[in-house]
Nanobody, 127 residues
């Protein structure tokens, strides 16, 4: 089974920056997409960002575009989410996830499409 482990979540003040990591282990796939999702207390899980291995295509939720950057290091089997200009509304548990194949962008927005999930890492933006 694919194992995903998120790290880097912590308490950060508004306007600050944070980088989350997602380390993958176990079987790998020739083609896949890695996505980041977040869930705040009492809220539904929402899409944050995703990247497609086949061509490096990136897609972001409107709420984070321009502030967050998704990237990956294929040699390290690790994905990253760089978060800048953090806002209190960014507070949530952040999850990384993997879907096999080369999904179209609209599919990458859907949490239901992802097959493997990490346990999440808490990000709290507060002064």
């Amino acid at each position: 089974q694919v194992q995903l482990v998120e790290s880097g979540g912590t308490l950060v003040q508004p306007g600050g920056s944070l980088r989350l990591s997602c380390a993958a282990s176990g079987p790998t796939f020739n083609n896949f997409a890695m996505g980041w999702f977040r869930q705040a207390p009492g809220k539904e899980r929402e899409f944050v960002a995703a990247i497609r291995k086949s061509d490096g295509e990136k897609t972001y939720a409107a709420s984070v575009k321009g502030r967050f950057t998704i990237s990956r290091d294929n040699a390290k089997n690790t994905g990253y989410l760089q978060m800048n200009s953090l806002k209190p509304e960014d507070t949530a548990v952040y999850f990384c996830a993997i879907i096999r194949g080369s999904p179209i962008v609209s599919t990458m927005w859907r949490s239901q499409a992802y097959e493997y999930w990490g346990q999440g890492t808490q990000v709290t933006v507060s002064s």
